[in-house]
């Protein structure tokens, strides 16, 4: 199917609360409970991606990203995907379905690194500064994203020639620091920190680690733990045998990261105990960074 051929009559008549004001074309990602779409809206034929999201997550999600799209107006926080708006289905065999039409980049941190390869230490550096000032304001405003990774950072170019702005999306995962306790193991797990997988709790050091995790691939253009048991890992690494206590680290390729000072930075965002791990504002002042500010 061409990807400007629009989607199948069946699929529309599914979502006719979305089709009256948008023209679907063709899936561009999605996963789990959720399904991407290129979309026109029809008032003035400025373009969407919607995610379309089946149960209460979508509900969730559009909450969280209203309240951010609020809390940060007037701070110039080109950061966050922008949400435009909810549009709630009818209940359906389904359940409950909810559209979130959101701004539309051009590609995942993911995607670029897989078919470009690892990226050079400036490029990976203007990723963590942006995503780290991002992450910040989202911390200032009481919540924590619980999931950061490649595929949740979309790329967008604002001009042919300049470089691209890293914006932090999918927000599904999130919760309030208040409220700081998920499922256990929810997120993705080789980015997903010690307390979180171990204890499901979520706390702003979580997202430290996460980004830490997200610069190593940027670096190596491989998974922090490749066909290892990671809850055995991190087990292992809270025993009281100090051998035991970088376990994670002597499984990851540092030989792929030719800088020492960036090697630091990673391992001082990866820290197992979430009190001594560095937080985002000793990620920004830290010297690797520093070079490229």
């Known amino acids: 199917m061409d990807y400007h051929t629009v989607l199948d009559e069946k699929l529309c008549e599914e979502h006719p609360a979305l089709v009256e004001k948008y023209k679907l074309e063709k899936s561009i990602g999605g996963g789990g409970q959720s399904t991407v779409y290129k979309a026109f809206r029809r008032s003035d034929g400025k373009v969407f991606a919607i995610k379309t999201v089946h149960g209460p997550d979508g509900l969730f999600e559009a909450r969280l990203m209203a309240m951010l799209e609020v809390s940060l107006k007037g701070l110039d926080e080109q950061g ?5 708006q909810l549009i709630r289905e009818e209940p359906n065999q389904y359940g409950e379905v909810y559209h979130l039409v959101l701004e539309l980049c051009n590609c995942s941190l993911h995607d670029r690194i897989k078919y470009k390869g690892q990226l050079d230490e400036e490029e990976s550096a203007k990723i963590v500064i942006a995503l780290a000032k991002t992450l910040k304001r989202v911390h200032d405003n009481e919540i924590i994203h619980c999931d950061l990774k490649p595929a949740n950072v979309l790329l967008k170019y604002p001009r042919p020639g300049m470089f691209y702005v890293p914006k932090v999306s999918d927000f599904g995962m999130a919760c309030w620091m208040e409220d700081p306790w998920n499922e256990c193991g929810a997120g993705t797990w080789d980015y ?41 890992v991190f087990k292992n690494a809270r025993k009281r045998d100090r051998s035991l206590r970088n376990l994670h680290h002597n499984s990851m390729d540092w030989d792929s990261i030719p800088s020492l000072s960036a090697r630091q930075l990673i391992q001082g965002m990866t820290e197992l105990d979430p009190g001594r791990r560095f937080t985002l504002e000793k990620v920004l002042e830290h010297e690797w960074i520093k070079k490229y500010l």
């Open 80 to 84: 966050l995907v922008h949400f435009e």
């Open 192 to 232: 997903m920190s010690p307390e979180a997988m171990l204890d499901g709790c979520y706390i702003t050091a979580s997202d430290v680690w996460g980004l830490g995790m997200l610069l190593y691939t940027c670096l190596t253009a491989i998974c922090p733990f490749p066909n290892m048991d990671v809850e055995v």
